[in-house]
């Protein structure tokens, strides 16, 4: 693999040395190999199902039934979901200081199933519940079970951030600082088309961070990245895990 080998050296010796920062970008393509669908390749979830019908906020209050039938899905097969060898490989690696922070666009919690500790979640988690009129916290169980908020008898919705809702702001703030501060900027399952999550690579890059992109397709900053490959998430972080090893 000649120049590619050696492009991965130049990484893994980025990632090591002393007082780096090493942020990491997962998208939907991270969570594949744990057996959850993603969103825009072309056997995606999106080319299925119309997210403007299901995923939005318009959904949420209008056409109930469908929006509540599609996420208690996905709940039940996220809640089914484990973590892969590509979430253990960046759990333990910031075990060992090789990581900062997991920036994610992914709602499935595997992340922090597999011991990463200091993850932004961009899109919010399945994990988290509330009242849609209130805001009073609930479980997955009773949104699942259609059951009515406790405290005011509302509807209840998912923790995750739909169409047309902005991003939480202390996430997206600690992002912004983390690309801004990486030495290492890695992405991993993103198709880099959601705005504005798809700019911090950039700002990285431009911050001097080494960037390096792995997805199964093309994204819009392949052109830009110091090392880019195509191979399966799982595949690239054990041979980085490997070379940083050596």
Known sequence: MGAD???LKVLAERMSAPGAKTAVFTGAGMSTESGLSDFRSKDGLWGKLDPMELATATAMRHNYGEFHKFYSNRFVQMEQALPNDGHRILADWESRGLVSCIITQNIDGLHAAAGSSVIYELHGSVGRVRCMDCGNPATRADFIDLKPCKSCGGRLRPGVVLFEEGLPSDALDSSWSASEEA??????G???QVSPANQMPAIAKRAGAFLAICNRDVT???GMADYRTNEGIGEFLKELDSVIGD
Do not use: K
Request: hydrophobic share 55%.
């Open 5 to 7: 080998r050696e492009r």
């Open 183 to 188: 030495a290492v900027f890695i992405v991993l």
């Open 190 to 192: 993103s198709s880099l």
């Open 220 to 222: 819009p900053l392949d």
